[in-house]
């Protein structure tokens, strides 16, 4: 069958339809440079590859298939305010829904962020919903397990080392199943160990880029040497693990700093009276970034407050000498731990590791986390290898070819990635969709 693929990005529709022998007819792609690289990855695509869908659309040829990982902005209020027919409009889904209207293809397959679901409490999602129920066409996406579903689309329900939760959407002009998505395959033996590459295998260029820096290690190391002090029997917690709580007794129940004197404060962040010719502003600045506003905490906080000052009471006696002080140095984001291995051995380099806004995450060694397009800071490191994940790695992770051509810069590279659809789970999703197809001529040609 001909398929069109929208908001095209690296392409991971196109290689999974290709692969299933389906030809594509039209791309666009809005960035210059990926335009360029969608026509030097797939041959013979220079001529049907396009820019900006707003003002490409009328080139769309006759298809079957529709397919676009199309972006998640913001849907215009005045369709609810003003009861408008038309509540897509000022979205780029509007144009999907434009080319829909004009060429209508048999199917219709959309991937998007595992909240769409949820977004703007589900509106979005309902929006979508209406307007392609609207055209004529059955409509599934998939559901979280909280609302009825067996829950989001994963690259590691398939036996890919990847954990990257989407939302699919599939439409069809003729029939659909109940829940026409592919079935989790259960535990699987999903191991990085399936992408990894070698140190030895690395390029000079790529030895650069994955590096450490000197902070990071550290920082590794300084987590690792209290986590070396404490006894087996003291379970690591589940819940984050915040430094700054550390002999901490600022009031966060009934209370915030922000509402204390700055004679409190100061008694409370143990500092000399010079500081009472500072600014209250500035003295609030000597306590934690999550604790100078002027709300009171939500629950959440509280509870994670005091169970950090708990456990921290609890172990204080183990922590190595000078160890506290040397971890207030850090930066802020890098007095946080995020252990998510329970069971496994206390040892950060034998784990997969990100640098996160909410601390250094810790997760085991057998499938990576998402690669993130929103930023480039949370690239994956490879415990074990004592680095950042490779280019080709976070191709392997996203199905890919080795030999896929990725944008020049390493952030614009992982940003690619991060926006990409994985070509694995792409190609189990259109199988699952098209079987509604082949059964319904296979019954045809027995009506016959």
């Known amino acids: 069958m001909r398929f069109v693929d929208l908001f095209a990005g690296l392409g991971g529709f196109h290689l999974a ?38 003002k490409a659309k009328t080139l769309v040829p006759k298809h079957d298939i529709l397919c676009a990982g199309f972006p998640c902005q913001p849907f215009s209020k005045s369709g609810f305010q003003d009861g408008l027919n038309d509540k897509t409009r000022g979205t780029l889904f509007h144009e999907i829904v434009h080319i829909l209207k004009k060429r209508r293809p048999a199917y219709v397959l959309l991937e998007n962020v595992g909240n769409f679901e949820r977004h703007d409490d589900g509106r979005t999602w309902e929006i979508v919903r209406e307007a392609l129920e609207k055209l004529k066409y059955n409509v599934r996406g998939t559901q979280h397990k909280a609302t009825g579903g067996h829950g989001l689309i994963s690259p590691h329900h398939f ?27 259960g535990r699987t033996s999903a191991s990085l160990r399936q992408v990894v590459q070698d140190n030895a295998e690395l390029s000079d260029d790529d030895q650069i880029e994955t590096a450490l820096t000197h902070r990071q290690r550290e920082c590794i190391e300084h987590w690792n040497e209290l986590l070396g002090a404490l006894p087996d029997r003291i379970d690591l917690p589940s819940f984050p693990i915040w430094g700054d709580e550390i002999h901490a007794r600022y009031p ?57 000052r708990e456990w921290f009471q609890d172990i204080a006696r183990y922590f190595p000498t000078g160890w506290v002080r040397a971890l207030r140095s850090f930066p802020s984001s890098l007095r946080k731990l995020e252990w998510n291995c329970q069971g496994e051995p206390r040892d950060l380099w034998k784990h997969v590791l990100q640098f996160r806004p909410s601390g250094l995450r810790v997760k085991r060694y057998s499938t990576c986390p998402a690669l993130v397009a929103m930023t480039t800071t949370q ?16 191709l392997r992770l996203q199905a890919f070819p080795d030999s896929h051509k990725l944008p020049a810069k390493r952030d ?37």
Do not use: M
């Open 252 to 308: 966060f129940v009934t209370k915030t700093p922000h509402e204390c004197t700055i004679d409190k404060l100061l008694g409370y962040a143990r500092r000399n009276g010079a500081w009472r010719r500072k600014p209250k502003a500035d003295v609030l600045g000597l306590f934690p970034s999550y604790a100078r506003g002027s709300d009171h905490f939500p629950l959440w906080k509280i509870r994670f407050i005091r169970q950090n």
């Open 159 to 185: 036996g890919f080392p990847h954990t990257r939760e989407r939302f699919y959407i599939v439409a069809s002009l003729d029939h659909l199943a109940a829940d026409p998505f592919p079935k989790p395959a």
């Open 17 to 54: 339809l290709s692969q299933l022998g389906h030809r594509c007819v039209f791309a666009s792609e809005l960035d210059a440079e990926l335009r360029a690289l969608y026509a030097a990855n797939f041959k013979g695509s220079r001529q049907i590859i396009h820019g900006d869908i707003c």
């Open 412 to 448: 614009d590279a992982f940003r690619a990635l991060g926006n990409a659809v994985h070509v694995g789970v792409a190609v189990k999703v259109i199988r699952a969709a098209l079987s509604n197809r082949e059964s319904n001529n296979a019954n045809g040609q027995a009506r016959r």
């Open 379 to 394: 690239v994956p490191i490879l415990g074990p290898k004592r680095r950042f994940i490779t280019r080709t790695e976070g």
